[in-house]
Each structure stands twice: as structure tokens, then as C-alpha cells.
């Protein structure tokens, strides 16, 4: 079982920065797949960003370029940094963890991007 505890979120005005933070409970080095997602007042839920266990990354379009996933594995700890924000970033962004046949979820952060 993991537990995931999200952190960093908050008000930001637009061009500006954040960087999101995913605490695991338990060691991330075997987690096949760590992931950010985000949803918006009224919208589905939507996949931002990705890093698998070999360290690969992928993103979603509207994020690429903006965006970077990482992870400390000594730290059991995933980073979403997010750079030149906008306004339709505003979302509660959620970690999610796969391990096996079991998926996770974290509380999620609310992010306002807002002048």
C-alpha cells in the first residue's frame, strides 16, 4: 500500500512558478508509474504528467515546455515543477501511483493561477 500526501499548491499570478511536491509513504523505486493529474471545476480529470521507474517522462500537450516531473528516489518524493503558468492551469492537482495491479491516490492541491 502507498499513501500520497501532495504539497506546494497555492495562488499564483500568471507567468509565474510553483513547484508541486508528492510524498510517498514507502520507497518509490519499484512504483511502476507516478503521475500528476489535475481537474478543473466542472471537467474530467486529466493527465498532466508521467515518470515511470526507469525515470521516463511524458506530458500533455497543453504542459509541455512548462512542465517538468521528477523524482528523488532517496526522498520517496515526486516534483511537478510548474513555470509560466496560466490561467487555465487553475485545477486541484492529484499524484497517483501505480504498483502492480493497485493504483493510488494522494488529496490533491489546489492551484490558482490569478492576477
Known amino acids: 500500500q502507498v499513501h500520497l500526501v501532495e504539497s506546494g499548491g497555492g495562488l499564483v499570478q500568471p507567468g509565474g512558478s510553483l513547484r508541486l511536491s508528492c510524498a510517498a509513504s514507502r520507497s518509490i523505486f519499484s512504483i511502476n508509474s507516478i503521475r500528476w493529474y489535475h481537474q478543473a471545476p466542472g471537467k474530467q480529470r486529466e493527465l498532466v504528467a508521467a515518470i515511470d521507474s526507469a525515470g521516463s517522462t511524458n506530458y500533455a500537450d497543453s504542459v509541455k515546455g512548462r512542465f517538468t516531473i521528477s523524482r528523488d528516489n532517496a526522498k520517496n518524493t515526486v516534483y511537478l515543477q510548474m513555470n509560466s503558468l496560466k490561467p487555465e492551469d487553475t485545477a486541484v492537482y492529484y499524484c497517483?501511483?501505480?504498483?502492480?495491479?493497485?493504483?493510488?491516490w494522494g488529496q490533491g492541491t489546489q492551484v490558482t493561477v490569478s492576477s
Open positions: 497517483y501511483a501505480r504498483l502492480g495491479i493497485y493504483t493510488y
